[in-house]
């Protein structure tokens, strides 16, 4: 494996634009990066550097309704050329299907091509998505231009009220957090209806949401969990629905189901839920579970019985 990226990689490095030259025209907006993203770029030789300041103009475009798209195409430009980041930032639309088909394979070989070059956040990406593969898209090999997704949105279950009611009544521009939930929902094998509730019940859909006892982001992480489940900036979208997920997932091992219990003790720990022999007497835990099971409406859950030993409560 480590042989054939290698290949890979400098395949990529070869390739130019002698091919034949296929542009996108990018978004005409100001292009503002983040201190992340600015330090990153810098590193980058300048044709690099100036395609991927076009393709985040583009990718975060609010006028144009084909800018991820046309992002897709300025960083499969800029992976040709051997970018690493570009790379990663390509995966990570085709992992989401954001402007391009949603490919599990196309995500995790491009996190596995910019791994390979040392790029931190697509090794990271790569152990998130735990999908191995080499097939990379056509336009990372040939200067073509990617195939267009189409853009939707659907929630499962028939509308008739809970989580279903309240995420049809979301407004458009908190639409992507759903399509992100439901992605990574799937890679770990949870209901994305109970992380959707579980969200709604947390912070209401605000990504800056931050607790008086320092619960972070979309999920409201605490520092402690934060890092149990490698969550390195809880007010990112992407980490903070991982780690919310992944501790969701291991709740569901550990109360083998029992939604109620896992809700409990994703709000007051699962020690508490052990401690108490059931959901704890706290008033904010109780209400908290109410409000979750209003909006899921489901009890039983299915779990992986190999992540972890039950809870005495469930032996």
Not at 290 to 306: A, I
Request: proline share 5%; glycine share 6%; with cysteine.
């Amino acid at each position: 494996m480590p042989t054939l990226l290698h290949a890979i990689c400098c395949t990529l490095l070869a390739l130019s634009f002698s091919m034949g030259q296929v542009s996108i025209a990018a978004a005409a907006v100001p292009i503002v990066l983040t201190e992340d993203e600015t330090a990153a770029f810098a590193n980058e030789p300048q044709q690099i550097r100036e395609l991927l300041e076009k393709a985040v103009a583009s990718e975060r475009s609010q006028q144009d309704w084909q800018g991820e798209w046309k992002a897709a195409g300025l960083y499969c430009e800029a992976s040709r050329l051997g970018s690493a980041e570009a790379q990663y930032r390509l995966g990570m639309l085709y992992a989401f299907g954001r402007g391009v088909p949603k490919d599990r394979a196309l995500g995790a070989s491009l996190f596995s091509v910019a791994a390979s070059q040392g790029h931190f956040e697509a090794q990271k990406m790569l152990e998130t998505i735990n999908y191995t593969t080499t097939q990379l898209p056509r336009c990372v090999m040939e200067a073509v231009l990617p195939e267009k997704g189409t853009p939707s949105f659907a929630m499962a279950g028939d509308g008739t009220g809970g989580i279903d009611a309240y995420i049809t009544a979301l407004p458009a521009n908190k639409r992507w957090i759903v399509d992100l939930v439901e992605t990574l929902a799937e890679w770990y094998r949870v209901d994305p209806k109970l992380v959707l509730s579980v969200i709604t019940a947390e912070s209401n859909f605000q990504i800056k949401a931050e607790s008086p006892k320092a619960a972070m982001g979309l999920m409201q992480l605490i520092p402690a969990t934060a890092d149990r489940f490698n969550v390195r900036n809880a007010f990112d979208a992407t980490q903070n629905i991982k780690g919310g997920i992944a501790y969701l997932q291991w709740l569901l091992s550990y109360f083998r189901g029992d939604v109620q219990l896992a809700v409990a003790a994703y709000n007051a720990g699962e020690n508490a839920v052990d401690r108490h022999k059931g959901i704890p007497p706290y008033r904010e835990t109780r209400h908290y579970v109410q409000k979750v099971m209003g909006l899921y409406q489901q009890s039983v859950h299915p779990f992986d019985e190999t992540l972890t030993r039950p809870s005495v409560l469930k032996q």
